[in-house]
């Protein structure tokens, strides 16, 4: 009972780990508290905005997670009841919070969560500095946090690229909600590859794949053409052999049906097609063998019986009548 009661603890404590550390993957990734001419929400209105973005290459939901920006939660005193009363949650029921991987999600900050579950009851005033963060589902674990500087009109305080530790303000037409945040027209495809796989692990998976998978089509096609080309030999066989048996028996069929067939129109229907060489040959045996007293004397089995004939008689003898 020990041992299973120590697995369980084990199972409880990587779970709890593995799932920590799929929170970690979700950032703060911009921030737009006024807003004039930026994003709309499905009502039309403008407010502020968050956007999170998940920088892993695996799947994490953010449902449960909360999103504060009241600095009262940081006091270490607080249960963790106190701290999640002071925050926004994010809702479930939402397919959207299922942010794949490298995805980026909008939440609203105009204290209306009734509008929907990307509206947050958490606030941003326009034209004043803010502190926001994201906490875990357990209200006390602090994921993400970032301190806003008072921004003009549609400006936003944003990551230079999606993750990392250094932050810009971004003009109007630089704001970029619910996509990546690095842009750059003149950006070559090579520079745009190492600054999203700089030690090159995605790429050289990406390649080992791409070759694992022409080795199995092909492997699997030279199988199929192994398979196609021995039953065409069979077949090949079996038409050269096949034709020659079926012909040759045919032809004895067509010969003895045409002698049967001559032997009748010759000799009569009641002779069965079975010319009279063959009685004659047939007779002969049987006298034959009846001679040699080898002839067989059991029932149900017809034989030749004698029969008295004067044939061989002499003329002179008297007894002939």
């Not at 199972?11 to 993957?25: H, P, V």
């Not at 190492?194 to 998976?205: A, E, F, H, N, Q």
């Amino acid at each position: 009972m020990k041992k299973i009661g120590l697995l369980l603890c084990t199972a409880l404590i990587g779970t709890s780990y593995s799932f920590g550390q799929g929170a970690r993957n979700i950032k703060i990734n911009e921030v737009l508290t006024h807003n004039t001419t930026s994003l709309q929400d499905e009502f039309g209105h403008k407010g502020a905005w968050i956007e999170l973005a998940n920088t892993s290459y695996s799947t994490y939901n953010v449902r449960g997670m909360y999103v504060t920006t009241d600095r009262r939660v940081l006091d270490k005193n607080l249960t963790a009841p106190q701290r999640m009363a002071m925050m926004s949650p994010i809702s479930s029921g939402d397919s959207r919070t299922n942010m794949s991987a490298r995805q980026h999600l909008v939440f609203f900050l105009n204290g209306t969560p009734a509008q929907g579950t990307l509206h947050l009851s958490a606030k941003a005033e326009a034209g004043k500095p803010l502190w926001i963060a994201l906490y875990n589902g357990n209200g006390v674990d602090l994921i993400d946090s970032v301190s806003v500087p008072a921004l003009y009109a549609d400006q936003s305080y944003a990551r230079i690229q999606d993750g990392s530790d250094e932050w810009v303000v971004k003009n109007a037409d630089n704001v970029t909600p619910g996509i990546e945040n690095y842009l750059s027209v003149g950006e070559s495809k090579i520079a745009k590859i190492k600054r999203d796989d700089p030690y090159g692990i995605g790429l050289s998976v990406l390649s080992m794949g791409i070759v694992f998978f022409c080795l199995a089509l092909l492997y699997a096609f030279f199988r199929i053409l192994g398979v196609f080309m021995a039953h065409k030999q069979s077949l090949k066989k079996a038409k050269r052999v096949q034709p020659i048996k079926a012909a040759v028996k045919t032809g004895e069929k067509l010969a003895e049906t045409g002698h049967k067939a001559t032997v009748i129109l010759k000799d009569g229907l009641q002779t069965g097609g079975i010319d009279k060489e063959i009685y004659i040959a047939v007779i002969s045996m049987a006298l034959k063998q009846y001679e040699d007293d080898v002839h067989d004397i059991e029932s149900n089995i017809i034989t030749i019986k004698p029969h008295q004939t004067y044939w061989n008689v002499h003329p002179e003898e008297p007894n002939i009548p």
